[in-house]
């Protein structure tokens, strides 16, 4: 009895043995998995852009939407991209919907930036596509202001980047 319980005992630590093997092989033998880290510098999809800046700081803030929703931000003195949030499909869309048809970011060349200035960019890949304002005098777009408003809107003043 004592030696049919070792002949079973021995047996199940050779199939532990094994099994235990040939797991650490196939981990081992498995490709690594490297994770990429999406930012709008990565980025292959449509984003919007839109910022302001200047005076005598020079200092400039920016935001992107990504059309997957993420919500970035960025100071030109921050190396890295901040991640605010993601925006609903809903928002997401309609944002995409009234920079490229109600706005015709396309379509319109008015760059006027002046000491401080504010501005939309529509991008995707290398196409760029940019409207810019606030040199006294000039006549922006109407549906711009009320765009970067109207986007501005959407980051709560708590999670915007400082």
């Known amino acids: 009895m004592n030696r049919l319980v070792f ?3 021995n047996k199940l630590v050779l199939v ?9 092989q196939s981990i081992q033998a498995a490709a690594p998995k490297t994770h990429q880290v999406v930012t709008p510098a990565t980025y ?11 005076g005598f700081t020079g200092f400039s803030t920016t935001y992107y939407l990504l059309d997957n929703g993420q919500i970035y931000g960025k100071r030109n003195r921050d ?8 925006q609903t499909v809903a928002n997401t869309k309609r944002a995409f919907t009234v920079i ?44 711009y202001p009320r ?5 501005m809107a959407m980051i709560p003043a708590t999670l915007q980047v400082k």
């Open 7 to 9: 002949s079973i005992v």
């Open 147 to 151: 765009f970067f408003d109207s986007f």
């Open 100 to 143: 490229e048809t109600k706005c015709q970011i396309k379509t319109t060349q008015f760059n006027n930036p002046g000491n401080t200035y504010q501005f939309v960019q529509w991008r995707q890949g290398g196409q760029r596509y940019k409207v810019a304002w606030g040199e006294p005098g000039k006549t922006v777009p109407p549906d």
């Open 16 to 24: 532990s043995a094994f099994i235990g093997t040939s797991q650490a």
């Open 79 to 86: 190396t890295t991209f901040t991640l605010i949030g993601k």
């Open 44 to 54: 292959k999809g449509k984003q919007i852009v839109v910022g302001s800046g200047g």
